[in-house]
């Protein structure tokens, strides 16, 4: 590698490290994972009207199926959080399980794409999640190897991003979503991933941490949008006849979760009884929107979701 072109990544390497280094000293555990699962939402956001009046929206132009995908990798987001990284033997498992979080029932529901696909992963996590320490560099080349070995019967990107996040960083560094599907989709990461499919690891490399830089930079102003929001929905839920602690638990979800669709109950364990006289709340507040699909409807929270456009 030409030495200007390495000191070009060291300094970006350097950057992300300083940014991760100042989030873990000043924001509390966990907080990571709540933007982490929010900014999965970012195409979403990008498709939102300027314009927004009353609870009853417009239908958009997103594809349904982009909507699932966003939708199970939420879900699978929130499943990784609760698991924390893995020890490299347990990742197969953990992509399984994953994989099951994010696949529809219009996706193959068997995970692997062959016999030997899951000793390879095994293989890949042995190599990839050995020792405790990381840093957007390493979870780079995990990616870009992820995507190369190709493992999975459908998802092998958003899989690599999802398993990436966790690879960003040492203990108690912020999970970091580098590429949601919206930076997947761009013709910039298209270019940089077959650059480094085809061999210039350089180019790769000098794209994924460039996006991992942008998204530690706008991480603050991001947590003290959702906080602000947190605190607005808290005084708004106490008005209702919600319980104060279930209020705020459905405050902090909302914050990491801003679109309600039937499976928001299932998936949060949020009680029907407390979403309803919430949302009843967040739509006299204008904040609470029904936006319509082709062949469907789901209710979105514009405040948060404009975070991610910002």
């Not at 924390?84 to 692997?112: D, I, K, T």
């Not at 190897?145 to 960083?169: H, I, Q, T």
């Given at each position: 590698m030409d030495a200007a072109i390495s000191d070009f990544l060291d300094g970006l390497l350097r950057e992300c490290r300083d940014l991760a280094e100042d989030w873990r000293h000043r924001r509390p555990p966990g907080l990571d994972a709540r933007l982490a699962r929010l900014t999965c939402w970012t195409a979403l956001a990008r498709a939102l009207p300027a314009d927004l009046d009353g609870p009853n929206g417009p239908r958009i132009d997103f594809e349904p199926a982009?909507?699932?995908?966003?939708?199970?990798?939420?879900?699978?987001?929130?499943?990784?959080?609760?698991?924390?990284?893995?020890?490299?033997?347990?990742?197969?498992?953990?992509?399984?399980?994953?994989?099951?979080?994010?696949?529809?029932?219009?996706?193959?529901?068997?995970?692997?794409?062959?016999?030997?696909?899951?000793?390879?992963?095994?293989?890949?996590?042995?190599?990839?999640?050995?020792?405790?320490?990381?840093?957007?560099?390493?979870?780079?080349?995990?990616?870009?190897?992820?995507?190369?070995?190709?493992?999975?019967?459908?998802?092998?990107?958003?899989?690599?991003?999802?398993?990436?996040?966790?690879?960003?960083?040492?203990?108690?560094?912020?999970m970091l979503l580098v590429l949601t599907y919206a930076e997947r989709a761009e013709e910039g990461y298209r270019h940089a991933l077959e650059a480094g499919l085809d061999g210039d690891v350089a180019a790769w490399m000098a794209f994924y941490?460039?996006?991992?830089?942008?998204?530690?930079?706008?991480?603050?102003?991001?947590?003290?949008?959702?906080?602000?929001?947190?605190?607005?929905?808290?005084?708004?839920?106490?008005?209702?006849?919600?319980?104060?602690?279930?209020?705020?638990t459905l405050a902090e979800v909302l914050t990491a979760l801003p679109v309600i669709t039937p499976a928001f109950i299932p998936d949060t364990g949020t009680p029907g009884e407390v979403l309803r006289d919430a949302l009843i709340m967040l739509v006299a507040a204008d904040d609470a929107v029904e936006l319509l699909l082709p062949g469907q409807g789901f209710t979105v929270l514009p405040r948060a979701l404009r975070l991610l456009v910002r």
């Open positions: 982009t909507y699932r995908r966003l939708w199970g990798e939420a879900r699978a987001l929130t499943l990784l959080a609760a698991s924390g990284r893995p020890e490299a033997g347990a990742v197969p498992a953990l992509v399984e399980r994953l994989y099951a979080a994010m696949a529809s029932r219009f996706e193959p529901q068997v995970a692997w794409n062959h016999p030997d696909a899951r000793d390879a992963v095994a293989a890949w996590a042995e190599h990839h999640f050995a020792g405790p320490e990381s840093d957007p560099a390493r979870a780079a080349a995990a990616y870009l190897d992820f995507v190369r070995l190709a493992p999975l019967s459908w998802g092998d990107e958003a899989m690599a991003a999802l398993l990436a996040a966790v690879l960003a960083g040492p203990k108690g560094a912020p941490l460039g996006q991992a830089r942008r998204v530690l930079k706008r991480l603050p102003a991001l947590a003290e949008g959702t906080e602000t929001l947190r605190r607005r929905w808290v005084d708004l839920f106490a008005r209702a006849p919600i319980e104060t602690s279930a209020g705020e």
